[in-house]
């Protein structure tokens, strides 16, 4: 419970054109190349960051895809809606193990269309259209794993 508590204050800060934007590329990097969600994010409302494992280091044509891909599916202008399901449904369909110990009975899932549906406790945007032009503007390999930086653009 007090867990819950230092999560949904620090969602004060979050912008959720981004927050949602962070959504839309872990699901465009997990249809696209089959890993899973980031490792590793920091999304803030200037730029943000995601790291992934990835076999290998994205192409420069992959890279352009992925963004591509994003911008394609927020000009779809889907809704954003969230539900609450049990843990034990949650864990039938999700990945789980990152969720805090601790965790309710229930949780909160963000669907964005049928593109993507993750666990989250951040903010976000009612629909893509709110998000204005997603840019990935470097990648690379590090330590913690492939990283892309994005930002977004009016």
């Not at 007090?2 to 872990?26: D, G, R, S």
């Not at 999700?94 to 110990?101: A, V």
């Amino acid at each position: 419970m007090e867990n819950n508590t230092q999560f949904n204050e620090h969602n004060k800060q979050e912008y959720p054109p981004m927050h949602t934007a962070e959504h839309l590329l872990n699901a465009t990097m997990v249809k696209m190349f089959n890993c899973g969600r980031a490792v590793s994010a920091h999304v803030e409302r200037k730029k943000s960051k995601c790291d992934y494992e990835l076999p290998q280091e994205l192409t420069q044509e992959q890279i352009l895809a992925v963004e591509e891909q994003v911008n394609r599916v927020i000009s779809m202008c889907l809704p954003v809606t969230e539900e609450v399901i049990t843990i034990e449904e949650a864990k039938q369909k999700f990945d789980t193990s990152r969720l805090p110990e601790g965790v309710s009975a229930t949780i909160r899932v963000i669907n964005i269309g049928d593109y993507d549906s993750c666990p989250c406790l951040g903010s976000h945007v009612k629909n893509t259209s709110e998000i204005g032009k997603f840019k990935i503007i470097s990648s690379g390999n590090t330590p913690s794993g492939f990283r892309i930086r994005f930002k977004l653009e009016e």
